[in-house]
Structures are given as structure tokens and as C-alpha cells.
């Protein structure tokens, strides 16, 4: 329980007894094909091992089986291995294993619990305010858990003796309230100075009792810079959250790009026009240094359909257009992954070009927080980095850098068009 195997070259994995596929029912094919013949998972890949044998596939699995296969990438010829599948990076946490034992019986209480609550908040005017603003709807609904004091701060869960102290973990605050880990503590204070000096957004001071609806209503700030701050609130939440289960922190920047990025493709959805309050700049393409080639990659993913397309350009310095591709993606499991096949996509466009280096871009925020900690992962994209990582050794120097959404406009107009083409 707990526990994938996750594929290189298949030879040391078993087909039918090892968990190995992670959407299907216990991480293990459903049945067996009348005649089937695999045995380990090689069996079920072309010679090369770097891609899967559609043939061999239907000729062993049932359909349902073989399109969870097929979404599973291969690249790298390495050792099968095997990694914790309750974290996205693989790597086994203990916190993480407590969570997954205790999961069922906390999922059926808080459903109870949070039932009649959700129904009654539907007509609360927080709430109604709340859903108006451009930001993800997972930011509404951690927004909706600090204005009824949900989160599990410690705070909150030692007074529901369910932690032995209720001091902050991070800078030893005598009480770790959400207003605290939100925006005293030294890490939310950090967050926030380095907003200011990237955007010019400033926290507004806030009442620990109003903050909320003070935030909400608008007579704080601007309506960006309001989504803004709610986004980083939910960066700095995930951040503590890292902390609190053994996880490497998102640094700041890359959690302040995330806020400002998702916050200005929404707005931009509604309205072009600049706002009077603001001074966040629209983010635009810059290029990369004199002799170096810029690789921006982008990634369409449908969750429903769970299938994809990538795109890539590969531009000069002086701007002018190099190379570009697109490629649809039948199946893939995640938007990660789709992310990473891009990136791979994109290094590939440019591995037999004349650069004297080569700066990939992508605006998946994921990505370039695995690519950094690619030596200790053991997550479903490994084969991927690996891939990666034997291409860019080829140049003098490799970056991977994160890129606002607004600055990654080709990109995702190619992935774009692939995924409406069958290309």
C-alpha cells in the first residue's frame, strides 16, 4: 500500500503482480487477455524501449488497461524503481503515510461535517464576493476555509487538542494563527517585501477580525492587486504546508510568479485595459543573451479526455524565429506530464543547433520546481528529466526558467493548435 513501481526499461517489473500503472484499480491491470504472453513490462514496449507497443498492449490488456499504459511516459533507459505514490515527487514521508492510513475515516467525518456548512455559506455575501474574483477556484475555496477559520493551523488544531502545541513551527510565534502564518510570520513577511519590489503591490494593513471582507470588497487596493494577494496568501499557505511535511519550499520568486501569472491571464480574459491603481506590468518576451537561443514550451491538457498537445518555439536573440513544433498527445495522465514532454519537445527542437547556450522557458511552475530538485525525484516525469538532462549536456550552458503565461504567447497558441488538430 503506498507504493509504485516506476518504469525504465520494464524488465524488472511484472506485468500482472507488481503495482505499476497509477490510474488503474489497485495500480494493477483488471485481467488478462485470453492469450496474452507479457510477463514483464518490457513485453510491453517497442525494442528501443522508448515508447509503448500498441500492439503488444491490446494483444494483452483490456482497452481500459492499456489507455492507463499508454499515458505512462518513457524515455532515459534506466532501472525500474519503486517510489511513494502519495507524494508527487515519490520520496517516502511519514506524515504522508499517517494521512493515507487515516484518509477514509477523516474524508466520511469532515463530509458530515462540512456539509451543512457549505450549503448554508452558498447564501453568506463573503462568499458571494468571494466568488466573483478572477483568481483559481482552489484559491476561492481556501479563501472560503480562512474566513470560517477551517485551516488547520496549529493554532486552530492545538485548541482541538489535536496538537500538543500551538506555536508556529517557523519563527516560534507564540501562537500560529492563520493571520500569523498569512502575513507576520518571518516567511510571510519575506513574501511579501519581495512582492512589493517585484510588482509594486503592497499587503494593505489589515484587522485580524475584518481582514476578509476588507480585502474582499475592494476599498483596500485595486481589483488586481486584491487577486493578487489572495493567490500569494495560497502560495504562502502551500509553502508552510511543504514545511510542516519535510518538503522543500517553492522559493519565493517562483511563488510570486505563480500568483502574479494566474492573476493576469485572468483579468486579461475580461478586459485589456490597463488599470489606473495597479503597476504590475504585463509581463512580455525578452530575449537571451548575445549567442544563446531561447526554447519557450507550453502544454494543453484536458482532464476529462486525458490527452494533451505540446508546443515550442526556439527564437535568437534579436527575436527572429529559428524553429517551432506541435504535437498532440493521445494520452497522458496529467498536466505535468504534459508539461514535461513540452520541455522535452522543446531541448529536442534545438539539440543539433549552433547555440552557445540554450535557455528553455516554460509557465508550468511544477515543472521548474521539479527540474531544480530533479536529483531526488522519483515522480511519474523522471524519465523525462532524465531525457532532458542528456540533451542539455551537450551545450556550454542549459537553464530552465520560469515564464509568465503573457510572455509565453507562442507557445501556447502551437500546443493550442495541436490539441485541435490531430497532429
Given at each position: 500500500?503506498?507504493?509504485?513501481?516506476?518504469?525504465?526499461?520494464?524488465?524488472?517489473?511484472?506485468?500482472?503482480?507488481?503495482?505499476?500503472?497509477?490510474?488503474?484499480?489497485?495500480?494493477?491491470?483488471?485481467?488478462?487477455?485470453?492469450?496474452?504472453?507479457?510477463?514483464?513490462?518490457?513485453?510491453?514496449?517497442?525494442?528501443?524501449?522508448?515508447?509503448?507497443?500498441?500492439?503488444?498492449?491490446?494483444?494483452?490488456?483490456?482497452?481500459?488497461?492499456?489507455?492507463?499504459?499508454?499515458?505512462?511516459?518513457?524515455?532515459?533507459?534506466?532501472d525500474d524503481f519503486w517510489a511513494w505514490s502519495e507524494e508527487k515527487h515519490g520520496l517516502y514521508i511519514?506524515?504522508?503515510?499517517?494521512?493515507?492510513?487515516?484518509?477514509?475515516?477523516?474524508?466520511?467525518?469532515?463530509?458530515?461535517?462540512?456539509?451543512?456548512?457549505?450549503?448554508?455559506?452558498?447564501?453568506?455575501?463573503?462568499?458571494?464576493?468571494?466568488?466573483?474574483?478572477?483568481?483559481?477556484?482552489?484559491?476561492?475555496?481556501?479563501?472560503?476555509?480562512?474566513?470560517?477559520?477551517?485551516?488547520?493551523?496549529?493554532?486552530?488544531?492545538?485548541?482541538?487538542?489535536?496538537?500538543?502545541?500551538?506555536?508556529?513551527?517557523?519563527?516560534?510565534?507564540?501562537?500560529?494563527?492563520?493571520?500569523?502564518?498569512?502575513?507576520?510570520?518571518?516567511?510571510?513577511?519575506?513574501?511579501?517585501?519581495?512582492?512589493?519590489?517585484?510588482?509594486?503591490?503592497?499587503?494593505?494593513?489589515?484587522?485580524?477580525?475584518?481582514?476578509?471582507?476588507?480585502?474582499?470588497?475592494?476599498?483596500?487596493?485595486?481589483?488586481?492587486?486584491?487577486?493578487?494577494?489572495?493567490?500569494?496568501?495560497?502560495?504562502?499557505?502551500?509553502?508552510?504546508?511543504?514545511?510542516?511535511?519535510?518538503?522543500?519550499?517553492?522559493?519565493?520568486?517562483?511563488?510570486?510568479?505563480?500568483?502574479?501569472?494566474?492573476?493576469?491571464?485572468?483579468?486579461?480574459?475580461?478586459?485589456?485595459?490597463?488599470?489606473?491603481?495597479?503597476?504590475?506590468?504585463?509581463?512580455?518576451?525578452?530575449?537571451?543573451?548575445?549567442?544563446?537561443?531561447?526554447?519557450?514550451?507550453?502544454?494543453?491538457?484536458?482532464?476529462?479526455?486525458?490527452?494533451?498537445?505540446?508546443?515550442?518555439?526556439?527564437?535568437?536573440?534579436?527575436?527572429?524565429?529559428?524553429?517551432?513544433?506541435?504535437?498532440?498527445?493521445?494520452?497522458?495522465?496529467?498536466?505535468?506530464?504534459?508539461?514535461?514532454?513540452?520541455?522535452?519537445?522543446?531541448?529536442?527542437?534545438?539539440?543539433?543547433?549552433?547555440?552557445?547556450?540554450?535557455?528553455?522557458?516554460?509557465?508550468?511552475?511544477?515543472?521548474?520546481?521539479?527540474?531544480?530538485?530533479?536529483?531526488?525525484?522519483?515522480?511519474?516525469?523522471?524519465?523525462?528529466?532524465?531525457?532532458?538532462?542528456?540533451?542539455?549536456?551537450?551545450?556550454?550552458?542549459?537553464?530552465?526558467?520560469?515564464?509568465?503565461?503573457?510572455?509565453?504567447?507562442?507557445?501556447?497558441?502551437?500546443?493550442?493548435?495541436?490539441?485541435?488538430?490531430?497532429?
Amino acid at each position: 500500500m503506498g507504493l509504485i513501481r516506476r518504469i525504465g526499461d520494464g524488465t524488472s517489473t511484472r506485468v500482472w503482480e507488481d503495482r505499476w500503472i497509477p490510474m488503474a484499480i489497485g495500480n494493477k491491470p483488471i485481467c488478462r487477455r485470453d492469450g496474452g504472453t507479457a510477463i514483464h513490462v518490457c513485453d510491453l514496449m517497442t525494442p528501443d524501449g522508448r515508447d509503448w507497443d500498441v500492439e503488444a498492449l491490446e494483444h494483452n490488456l483490456i482497452p481500459m488497461d492499456a489507455e492507463a499504459v499508454r499515458r505512462i511516459p518513457l524515455g532515459h533507459t534506466r532501472d525500474d524503481f519503486w517510489a511513494w505514490s502519495e507524494e508527487k515527487h515519490g520520496l517516502y514521508i511519514v506524515r504522508s503515510a499517517y494521512r493515507m492510513l487515516a484518509r477514509n475515516e477523516a474524508q466520511q467525518r469532515h463530509f458530515d461535517e462540512n456539509r451543512a456548512a457549505h450549503s448554508a455559506s452558498m447564501d453568506d455575501p463573503m462568499w458571494k464576493m468571494l466568488w466573483k474574483c478572477k483568481v483559481p477556484p482552489k484559491v476561492r475555496v481556501f479563501w472560503w476555509r480562512v474566513a470560517h477559520e477551517f485551516l488547520p493551523s496549529r493554532a486552530n488544531l492545538h485548541r482541538r487538542h489535536m496538537e500538543p502545541l500551538g506555536t508556529c513551527e517557523t519563527c516560534g510565534a507564540q501562537a500560529e494563527t492563520s493571520f500569523h502564518a498569512l502575513t507576520e510570520c518571518t516567511y510571510a513577511r519575506a513574501f511579501w517585501q519581495r512582492l512589493k519590489e517585484l510588482t509594486g503591490v503592497k499587503l494593505p494593513l489589515l484587522n485580524q477580525r475584518t481582514r476578509v471582507i476588507d480585502l474582499l470588497d475592494g476599498s483596500l487596493c485595486s481589483e488586481l492587486e486584491r487577486n493578487i494577494i489572495l493567490c500569494g496568501m495560497w502560495s504562502i499557505w502551500q509553502s508552510r504546508n511543504d514545511r510542516h511535511h519535510g518538503k522543500k519550499e517553492i522559493q519565493l520568486k517562483l511563488a510570486i510568479d505563480w500568483a502574479t501569472d494566474v492573476c493576469l491571464q485572468l483579468m486579461s480574459a475580461v478586459s485589456q485595459k490597463p488599470n489606473e491603481h495597479g503597476r504590475v506590468v504585463c509581463p512580455s518576451w525578452s530575449p537571451p543573451p548575445p549567442g544563446q537561443l531561447k526554447v519557450n514550451t507550453d502544454a494543453a491538457f484536458s482532464k476529462d479526455e486525458l490527452s494533451g498537445a505540446t508546443g515550442a518555439v526556439v527564437r535568437r536573440d534579436d527575436g527572429s524565429f529559428v524553429k517551432a513544433a506541435a504535437r498532440r498527445l493521445p494520452s497522458v495522465a496529467s498536466a505535468l506530464i504534459a508539461e514535461a514532454e513540452a520541455c522535452r519537445d522543446g531541448i529536442r527542437l534545438v539539440s543539433l543547433l549552433p547555440a552557445a547556450g540554450i535557455i528553455l522557458e516554460t509557465d508550468s511552475l511544477e515543472f521548474v520546481s521539479a527540474w531544480m530538485h530533479r536529483q531526488q525525484q522519483r515522480s511519474e516525469i523522471v524519465s523525462i528529466l532524465e531525457d532532458i538532462q542528456v540533451v542539455a549536456a551537450d551545450f556550454s550552458y542549459f537553464e530552465v526558467r520560469h515564464v509568465h503565461r503573457m510572455a509565453n504567447k507562442l507557445a501556447h497558441v502551437c500546443a493550442s493548435h495541436a490539441s485541435s488538430c490531430n497532429i
